[in-house]
Every structure is written in structure tokens, then in C-alpha cells.
């Protein structure tokens, strides 16, 4: 399989209900639920694509956008942006929709990095 079709392959879609338990005092998604949520499908997204134990270690430039309202569905997706020897980037994309209509935006967007690491925690190549 080549690199662009493990790219593709391991592109991950998430979708939330955003209810009152995961918001602020504003009424819209607490930022720190919205990472993470990022976080952990940034981190599927990179274990689909190497098949390895994979570790966050950073996040690159969280953009919040738009609020994201209590009563709204949000669809998170991660896609593998850049891949090293040892580690890989995954960008992620949070895109709130109404309920009961047809409206749709991209509300917040990231990165987030991650090094393969074998059983004792120490750094591995990303197989190719």
C-alpha cells in the first residue's frame, strides 16, 4: 500500500452531540473537552496509519473559530499531515452543524504530533 493511500485509509471521522455537560458558562463547548476530543482522534488517526504504539508529544496552534453551541453536532477529522522518521503529524478539524438544518462550519483546527515508541517507551521508526 502506498503512503497516500495509508494517508487516506487512515483518515478518522468522529461525530459528538454537544450537551450542557461539556460547555462553559457561555454556553458553548469548553475548550479544554474540544481538545480533548482533537487529541483522541488525532491519536486513532495515527495508530490507523502506522499499526504502532503511538504518543502524543504536542499540539501545534489550536485555532478556535467559531463557538460551538450547546444543542449542536460536531464531526472531528483527523488526517495524517506529515510523517518523519520517528514521528507524524496529524491535523484535525472540528466542524459544528445544527440539528434540525442543513448548516455546517469549520469552527476549530490543530495539530497534533506523535512518536512511535516500542515496549519500553523508547522512540521506534514509523515503519513505511
Same mark, same amino acid.
Request: glycine letters at 4%; charged letters at 25%; a neutral charge.
Given at each position: 500500500?502506498?503512503?497516500?493511500e495509508r494517508i487516506t485509509? *487512515? ?21 479544554? &473537552? ?13 495508530? /490507523?496509519?502506522? /499499526? !504502532?504504539?503511538?504518543?502524543?508529544? *504536542? *499540539?501545534? /496552534? ?9 444543542? &449542536?453536532?460536531?464531526?472531528? %477529522? ?19 452543524? !445544527? ?11 490543530g495539530e497534533f504530533t ?11 521508526? %514509523?515503519?513505511?
Amino acid at each position: 500500500m502506498t503512503r497516500e493511500e495509508r494517508i487516506t485509509q *487512515s483518515e478518522t471521522h468522529i461525530f459528538k452531540a454537544v450537551f450542557p455537560n461539556t460547555t462553559n458558562h457561555y454556553d458553548t463547548l469548553f475548550g479544554g &473537552t474540544a481538545m480533548h476530543l482533537m487529541d483522541e482522534v488525532a491519536f486513532i488517526a495515527a495508530t /490507523r496509519y502506522s /499499526r !504502532q504504539r503511538m504518543v502524543t508529544v *504536542s *499540539s501545534d /496552534r489550536i485555532d478556535f473559530k467559531k463557538p460551538i453551541p450547546a444543542g &449542536t453536532i460536531v464531526e472531528l %477529522i483527523g488526517k495524517v499531515a506529515y510523517i518523519g522518521n520517528t514521528s507524524l503529524k496529524v491535523r484535525v478539524d472540528i466542524f459544528v452543524e !445544527q440539528m434540525y438544518s442543513n448548516e455546517r462550519e469549520k469552527a476549530v483546527s490543530g495539530e497534533f504530533t506523535f512518536v512511535a515508541i516500542d515496549e519500553h517507551k523508547n522512540p521506534v521508526k %514509523i515503519e513505511q
